[in-house]
């Protein structure tokens, strides 16, 4: 077992992106996420690999492509402008069933927005990387900790399933240092063969095509059900979810990653006072634990994000009416403050008294 | 009886496939040629062909080697990588004029300019094929297309780009040159210098792009031999034929050579950097 050490949250990426046998990044250079293209640039030729600033946004995601097709451990990261750029190529990954890892510190948007920590790519990253019909696993963590973990993991997902995974962290996360024990060095040879990659055939085997063209209306379909149909095994196996308190809470708080270390000081808080306050943070928005909100029963629920209200609609969807979900949120690089939410709580919790008596 | 020897035989590179090019199209012969270039260098089973999106966009399905299918104008992009990942196969990329020259005309000159090892055929008929016959970014002034049906006038559309010419200048690119598949002493040509483009890939020399100036007599409106006789009249004073850069005959021995020649004034570039990639 390595040793605790303290890292910024985008080192830690990084690092953990190449224990994970990733020996392929390209990138180009944005705000908050520069030092994990940095510590890439530095210690990836130091692993036999390769590290490419590409010319923009576009093609660089289109090196992870044809890397990712080749069959190499492949990575990419950028800030919510730059993931814009990304999401042709994204949608191209998603249609070619290649596995690549895609990191997204996010930044407020919209437009040139800011350089301030934000979470307002909520619905581009669940909803909308690419055109046409697809998902891809989001992770989101909340500690510098976990930015090593999950990616570490996103790439047997990624693997495992021939799909895309978005890491969605933030420009706090991105820049934090906080110590960190980093996982183990995967042997590049114990990775997972990928026999449909285009890696030359040396005569041996018919030759392999990666590709996201089918001009046939009915093989398109097909080839969407096929993979709507590990979308719903990833349904089913993949969500992780992390529950604080939430055994006995009348009011139960929603956050993800930056947010959900606010929010949990502010339960924390309302503890104190005596609230019976829980919280629930999804650590993969998609796919999204509605199953673990929906199994709270709380009598009220409290959705706080760095944005103007973005996953509040999952909550919502997830609660299906039979509780009122409310929604504190800071946008543009604005941080919410735990008394703000706190106050929030205690609004939700006067409330309760009333309709509950 | 005597044993007979194998004087001629089906070209492995290619598939046994029916096409989609219209009748007279130039990219059957052009693909013919990249095949047995591949086949002579006994590659085949180790080449990653990067297809485009234009009317070569299912080369995938006719080129025996493996293949991947980039998005409009990423190709040089995803055959970087390809490269990358495997320094010691052929990667190349094969590309028409809207999806090199104009939507991916910045992935062009970034893998021009990194040198990277690949080779790139560039079919440039000046019009978007595929889509039906619009305005190309090598449409000729006063050329007519179907979203340019008064002639393309400079004056509002701008100009053409020569893609050799523009490339030239470029420290990255070892080999330019611009062929075209008319005439059967054409062809012979332009397999020389496709053969050539390959050989400096194994070579390890940089960049190498055969422009091959190219018809479409579906969209033109044409038969085949008008088409060619349109393209010699009016496309080849525009993009004359000819070799456009050559490192190795201007005796460098590749582009970080020749590079460093050119720039021997500026102390930094005399640093000797080891390649890596």
Same mark, same amino acid.
């Given at each position: 077992?390595?040793?605790?050490?303290?890292?910024?949250?985008?080192?830690?990426?990084?690092?953990?992106?190449?224990?994970?046998?990733?020996?392929?990044?390209?990138?180009?250079?944005?705000?908050?996420?520069? !030092?994990?293209?940095?510590?890439?640039?530095?210690?990836?030729?130091?692993? *036999?690999?390769?590290?490419?600033?590409?010319?923009?946004?576009?093609?660089?995601?289109?090196? %992870?492509?044809?890397?990712?097709?080749?069959?190499?451990?492949?990575?990419?990261?950028?800030?919510?402008?730059? $993931?814009?750029?990304?999401? !042709?190529?994204?949608?191209?990954?998603?249609?070619?069933?290649?596995?690549?890892?895609?990191?997204?510190?996010? +930044?407020?948007?919209?437009?040139?927005?800011?350089?301030?920590?934000?979470?307002?790519?909520?619905?581009?990253?669940?909803?909308?990387? *690419?055109?046409?019909?697809?998902?891809?696993?989001?992770?989101?963590?909340?500690?510098?900790?976990?930015?090593?973990?999950?990616?570490?993991?996103?790439?047997?997902?990624?693997?495992?399933?021939?799909?895309? $995974?978005?890491?969605?962290?933030?420009?706090?996360?991105?820049?934090?240092?906080?110590? %960190?024990?980093?996982?183990?060095?995967?042997?590049?040879?114990?990775?997972?063969?990928?026999?449909?990659?285009?890696?030359?055939? +040396?005569?041996?085997?018919?030759?392999?095509?990666?590709?996201?063209?089918?001009?046939?209306?009915?093989?398109?379909?097909?080839?969407?059900? !096929?993979?709507?149909?590990?979308?719903?095994?990833?349904? +089913?196996?993949?969500?992780?979810?992390?529950?604080?308190?939430?055994?006995?809470?009348?009011?139960?708080?929603?956050?993800?990653?930056?947010?959900?270390?606010?929010?949990?000081?502010? $339960?924390?808080?309302?503890?104190?006072?005596?609230?019976?306050?829980?919280?629930? +943070?999804?650590?993969?928005?998609?796919?999204?634990?509605?199953?673990?909100?929906?199994?709270?029963?709380?009598?009220?629920?409290?959705?706080?994000?760095?944005?103007? *209200?973005?996953?509040?609609?999952?909550?919502?969807?997830?609660?299906?009416?039979?509780?009122?979900? !409310?929604?504190?949120?800071?946008?543009?690089?604005?941080?919410?403050?735990?008394?703000?939410?706190?106050?929030?709580?205690?609004?939700?919790?006067?409330?309760?008294?009333?309709?509950?008596? | 009886?005597?044993?007979? =020897?194998?004087?001629?035989?089906?070209?492995?590179?290619?598939?046994?496939?029916?096409?989609?090019?219209?009748?007279?199209?130039?990219?059957?012969?052009?693909?013919?040629?990249?095949?047995?270039?591949? &086949?002579?260098?006994?590659?085949?089973?180790?080449?990653?062909?990067?297809?485009?999106?234009?009317?070569?966009?299912?080369?995938?399905?006719?080129?025996?080697?493996?293949?991947? =299918?980039?998005?409009?104008?990423?190709?040089?992009?995803?055959?970087?990588?390809? @490269?990358?990942?495997?320094?010691?196969?052929?990667?190349?990329?094969?590309?028409?004029?809207? &999806?090199?020259?104009?939507?991916?005309?910045?992935? /062009?000159?970034?893998?021009?300019?990194?040198?990277?090892?690949?080779?790139?055929?560039?079919?440039?008929?000046?019009?978007?094929?595929? /889509?039906?016959?619009?305005?190309?970014?090598?449409?000729?002034?006063?050329?007519?297309?179907? /979203?340019?049906?008064?002639?393309?006038?400079?004056?509002?559309?701008?100009?053409?780009?020569?893609?050799?010419?523009?490339?030239?200048?470029?420290?990255?690119?070892?080999?330019?040159?611009?062929? /075209?598949?008319?005439?059967?002493?054409?062809?012979?040509?332009?397999? @020389?210098?496709?053969?050539?483009?390959?050989?400096?890939?194994?070579? @390890?020399?940089?960049?190498?792009?055969?422009?091959?100036?190219?018809?479409?007599?579906?969209?033109?409106?044409? &038969?085949?031999?008008?088409?060619?006789?349109?393209?010699?009249?009016?496309?080849?004073?525009?993009?004359?034929?000819?070799?456009?850069?050559?490192?190795?005959?201007?005796?460098?021995?590749?582009?970080? =050579?020749?590079?460093?020649?050119?720039?021997?004034?500026?102390?930094?570039?005399?640093?000797? @950097? =080891? &390649?890596?990639?």
């Amino acid at each position: 077992m390595s040793e605790k050490v303290l890292m910024k949250g985008n080192e830690a990426l990084a690092e953990a992106a190449m224990r994970a046998g990733c020996r392929y990044f390209f990138g180009y250079p944005i705000t908050p996420q520069t !030092e994990l293209a940095a510590y890439m640039s530095k210690h990836l030729p130091k692993h *036999g690999g390769t590290y490419l600033q590409a010319e923009s946004e576009v093609s660089a995601i289109n090196m %992870v492509y044809g890397a990712a097709a080749c069959g190499v451990r492949t990575m990419t990261s950028s800030s919510s402008p730059g $993931v814009s750029l990304k999401t !042709e190529g994204i949608s191209y990954l998603a249609g070619a069933d290649l596995p690549a890892v895609i990191i997204n510190v996010q +930044r407020g948007g919209p437009g040139l927005g800011s350089i301030q920590p934000s979470q307002s790519d909520y619905w581009q990253a669940t909803r909308a990387m *690419g055109h046409g019909d697809f998902f891809l696993p989001v992770f989101a963590p909340s500690t510098v900790q976990e930015m090593a973990d999950l990616v570490y993991e996103a790439f047997d997902v990624a693997d495992r399933y021939r799909t895309p $995974v978005v890491i969605l962290a933030d420009g706090m996360l991105g820049q934090m240092m906080e110590p %960190v024990v980093m996982p183990e060095e995967r042997a590049l040879e114990d990775l997972p063969a990928k026999p449909w990659a285009t890696d030359g055939h +040396r005569g041996a085997r018919p030759h392999n095509v990666v590709n996201s063209l089918f001009l046939d209306a009915q093989q398109l379909y097909e080839k969407n059900v !096929e993979r709507f149909e590990r979308y719903e095994q990833i349904a +089913r196996d993949e969500v992780r979810v992390e529950e604080y308190l939430t055994d006995d809470a009348d009011i139960v708080v929603v956050a993800f990653g930056a947010a959900a270390r606010i929010a949990r000081s502010a $339960v924390n808080d309302a503890r104190a006072k005596g609230i019976k306050v829980g919280l629930i +943070r999804p650590i993969t928005l998609w796919p999204y634990p509605s199953e673990a909100i929906r199994a709270c029963d709380a009598k009220a629920y409290l959705v706080v994000e760095m944005n103007m *209200g973005q996953m509040v609609e999952d909550v919502r969807l997830a609660v299906n009416g039979q509780a009122p979900v !409310e929604f504190f949120g800071r946008a543009g690089g604005v941080i919410p403050r735990p008394d703000e939410v706190l106050a929030c709580i205690e609004e939700l919790a006067r409330k309760e008294v009333v309709s509950h008596g | 009886m005597a044993e007979m =020897e194998c004087v001629f035989k089906r070209t492995e590179s290619l598939l046994p496939v029916v096409t989609n090019y219209c009748p007279g199209c130039t990219h059957g012969i052009v693909e013919r040629l990249v095949a047995e270039c591949i &086949d002579e260098m006994g590659m085949g089973g180790q080449t990653i062909a990067v297809v485009p999106v234009g009317c070569s966009v299912m080369a995938y399905d006719f080129f025996g080697c493996d293949a991947i =299918e980039a998005a409009h104008g990423r190709a040089p992009a995803v055959a970087t990588a390809a @490269k990358r990942v495997f320094p010691d196969h052929l990667v190349f990329a094969y590309q028409g004029d809207g &999806d090199l020259a104009s939507i991916g005309m910045a992935e /062009t000159i970034h893998a021009a300019t990194r040198g990277e090892n690949i080779t790139v055929i560039f079919i440039n008929n000046a019009i978007y094929g595929m /889509t039906g016959g619009q305005m190309a970014p090598t449409s000729l002034p006063n050329q007519v297309t179907q /979203t340019s049906p008064y002639g393309r006038n400079p004056a509002y559309a701008g100009y053409p780009i020569r893609v050799c010419e523009l490339l030239s200048s470029l420290d990255g690119v070892a080999y330019l040159e611009r062929v /075209t598949v008319d005439s059967p002493k054409n062809v012979r040509r332009a397999k @020389k210098a496709i053969a050539r483009a390959f050989q400096n890939q194994a070579d @390890k020399i940089g960049y190498s792009l055969v422009e091959v100036v190219s018809t479409c007599p579906t969209n033109w409106g044409m &038969d085949p031999q008008q088409a060619f006789a349109w393209m010699r009249e009016n496309m080849l004073p525009y993009y004359p034929l000819g070799v456009y850069k050559d490192v190795v005959a201007d005796g460098y021995a590749n582009v970080a =050579e020749a590079a460093t020649a050119r720039a021997a004034a500026c102390p930094l570039v005399s640093v000797s @950097k =080891e &390649d890596d990639r």
